[in-house]
């Protein structure tokens, strides 16, 4: 595996960043953190996403290199449950939002497969691949609603940049669609992962070029500057994220972008 060019760059220069990038001589992996949808916090010190972002990233970073999809998802799950206390769990069953949780994807050299768990993007070739959840447009499409409603109502755009109040008004339908996690679709959060939702791509031995992306990069293209240049001008022309491309969170203006952003194209 041939390694061209990587990135990582939180969203928040204040806080923590949410995505992970772990490279061995076995696997190549991305990760995206959740944010936290709710108050409950499993560390003092670190998001909830976070957290559940570095605990995959140290269990993929120790796997050995014969490690199959099937023996990952078992693996990662009880590397994420290991970290809740008994009396934890009938809460975190109940309530999913609460759990550590995260996106991944993972490249296996020896399988010569990607491997898919919930919402991040992969470009093999010239052929675009990813996992999306299933609501999560229709809630982004939820929030461009509101953001138009409160726009033609007399709230400024610099307004909105500052205070998403648009946003909150997704959260009870955000939490309520957190309740088919890993039921309707695949996360790493410590509980089963159906099989149905992960997506695994294999390849055959051919030469191949490789990019993998967290959901930070609205449209991923096949080199970093390419992909940095869209991100520009989507937040030069539609700053909020309502138009052609929409999500639950705008960029404000003290922020690198919209969210936390992680890149790494590599050759095999």
């Not at 940049?161 to 959060?189: C, F, H, K, W």
């Not at 869209?230 to 052609?244: C, K, T, V």
């Amino acid at each position: 595996m041939e390694i061209i060019e990587q990135q990582i760059v939180g969203k928040d220069p204040r806080k923590g960043c949410e995505d992970g990038l772990v490279v061995t001589p076995d696997f190549i992996a991305v990760i995206d953190g959740s944010t936290s949808k709710s108050e409950y916090r499993h560390s003092m010190w670190r998001s909830n996403g976070r957290q559940a972002m570095k605990i995959v990233a140290r269990y993929i970073s120790r796997m050995p290199a014969k490690t199959t999809s099937e023996q990952f998802l078992t693996g990662v799950t009880a590397a994420v449950r290991r970290h809740y206390k008994k009396s934890m769990l009938p809460r975190l069953q109940e309530h999913p939002e609460d759990r550590l949780t995260c996106s991944v994807a993972v490249y296996s050299r020896l399988c010569r497969e990607v491997w898919m768990v919930g919402d991040c993007q992969c470009l093999i070739g010239d052929e675009f691949y990813d996992n999306p959840k299933p609501y999560e447009a229709e809630l982004a499409a939820m929030r461009a609603e509101e953001v138009r409603r409160l726009l033609a109502q007399g709230v400024t755009q610099d307004e909105l940049l500052r205070n998403d109040t648009a946003r909150p008004v997704i959260i009870p339908r955000m939490l309520e669609t957190m309740r088919q996690q890993n039921i309707g679709y695949s996360v790493v959060d410590g509980f089963h992962i159906p099989r149905q939702h992960v997506r695994i791509i294999t390849l055959d031995f051919r030469p191949w070029n490789i990019v993998m992306a967290t959901d930070g990069y609205p449209f991923l293209c096949p080199t970093l500057a390419e992909s940095e240049s869209r991100l520009s001008r989507q937040r030069a022309e539609d700053p909020l994220n309502i138009g052609m491309f929409q999500a639950t969170k705008a960029f404000h203006p003290d922020n690198e972008s919209f969210d936390d952003r992680t890149y790494i194209r590599f050759r095999v």
